[in-house]
């Protein structure tokens, strides 16, 4: 062998490692990146099915029940559009309270139910992560424009 193939040898070895290490680091990148979804876009399918994802919005009022092991929490998270089920095993944040902003971390399972792994909530009085505002207030455009549309039909 030359110098010059043996350079272009260690060269590629070179080049195949630093593949192979880039394809590692984006593959578990990509494995742990959780994203974030509101109820309505949960009820149009496109959270997934068998991944973790974050849901937020606005804890329901009313909706909130502890179950007699008093571990065991249910709640509905909605964008005033559209109602999602969330069923959390743990101690709650202190924050978290009905009517006000939480995300919850988890995954959908086939009954509908979402099953929390983690329920983040509000740090004051004014905060709603922006995900959550967004969700929020598409929803309230959705539901304006539909009244709208529908006032607009009766004759």
């Known amino acids: 062998m030359t110098p010059r193939h043996k350079r272009l040898m260690l060269a590629g070895v070179v080049l195949g490692g630093a593949a192979v290490a880039v394809t590692l680091v984006l593959n578990a990148f990509n494995s742990n990146m959780v994203f974030f979804y509101s109820p309505s876009d949960v009820l149009k399918q496109q959270a997934p099915k068998d991944r973790t994802f974050r849901l937020g919005g606005l804890v329901e009022a009313g909706s909130v029940k502890r179950q007699s092991d008093g571990v065991t929490v249910r709640f509905a998270v909605t964008d005033t ?42 740090h004051d009085e004014n905060y709603m992560p922006p995900e959550a505002a967004n969700a929020v207030e598409r929803a309230a455009k959705a539901q304006t424009q539909s009244r709208d549309t529908l006032q607009g039909a009766r004759p």
Do not use: H, N, S
């Open 81 to 122: 559009a559209q109602v999602i089920p969330v069923e959390y095993r743990g101690i709650l944040p202190d924050l978290f309270k009905e009517g006000k902003g939480v995300v919850a971390q988890g995954r959908l399972e086939a009954d509908g139910t979402f099953r929390a792994q983690e329920v983040l909530a509000k």
